[in-house]
């Protein structure tokens, strides 16, 4: 089955506890990308990237950093996560064929950060 | 800066009845736009995209419509069913300029009323 899939799915922390996000897709897809969604604010874009080893910093980056060294994962590290940072993740894949770009979401995140 | 918006936060109707979401955005580079839905739990699902050399596309009972020149697009839900009650998001992406890069709108939440 075509999937996206992130772990954990739900994630209580402390301040300053370096944590780490999982994203896998299996559709050999070239793009991923992290947004994060907050209560009336929709989805913000972290980070995308176009392709193994490219990675660019979306429109809400900061306290955030991702890797992309094989197709399939895309990890959102939080170094040093802050409250600011409780959040609703989502991680998406895309196949950029042409102009489409139809990105297929995980299931989320949801994280907090005390 | 860039931004995608949608007229109303929330939009209520019966069902049977046809539903329109609308969104503006203000990037006139933007390339491709996505509708997605988002029930409750769950992350977003496409349901119809349009490109920007287009004014209209139609799905299985949706259809966008995408007005360049006021820089709008809006969403038409014919039928409406109780399965329909979502969120919808509008979505704009570039394939030049900040490829890679997405915007979301905020969001509406559709109540079908039975």
């Known amino acids: 089955e075509a999937q996206v899939t992130q772990n954990p799915r739900y994630l209580i922390t402390v301040t300053g506890k370096k944590l780490t996000v999982t994203c896998s897709q299996n559709m050999n897809h070239e793009y991923m990308s992290w947004y994060r969604q907050d209560p009336g604010l929709g989805l913000r874009q972290i980070y995308y990237s176009m392709n193994v080893e490219v990675t660019d910093k979306g429109d809400v980056p900061e306290g955030y950093k991702v890797s992309r060294k094989e197709k399939r994962n895309f990890p959102l590290i939080l170094e040093s996560p802050s409250p600011n940072q409780t959040s609703l993740y989502f991680c998406?894949?895309?196949?950029?064929?042409?102009?489409?770009?139809?990105?297929?979401f995980g299931p989320g995140t949801r994280l907090t950060v005390l | 800066g860039e931004s995608v918006g949608l007229h109303l936060p929330t939009l209520s109707v019966q069902e049977g009845d046809n539903s329109i979401i609308n969104c503006a955005y203000s990037n006139s580079a933007s390339d491709y736009f996505i509708w997605y839905k988002q029930e409750s739990g769950k992350g977003p699902q496409f349901i119809i995209d349009?490109?920007?050399?287009?004014d209209k596309r139609q799905g299985q009972r949706v259809t966008v419509l995408l007005n360049k020149t006021v820089k709008h697009l809006s969403l038409q839900i014919a039928a409406t069913q109780p399965g329909d009650s979502a969120v919808y998001f509008c979505?704009?992406?570039?394939?030049?300029?900040?490829?890679?890069?997405?915007?979301f709108g905020d969001g509406t939440t559709l109540t079908v009323k039975p």
């Open positions: 349009i490109r920007s050399n287009m």
């Open positions: 998406a894949s895309s196949h950029r064929t042409g102009v489409a770009d139809t990105q297929y």
């Open positions: 979505a704009e992406s570039r394939h030049n300029t900040n490829a890679g890069k997405s915007t």
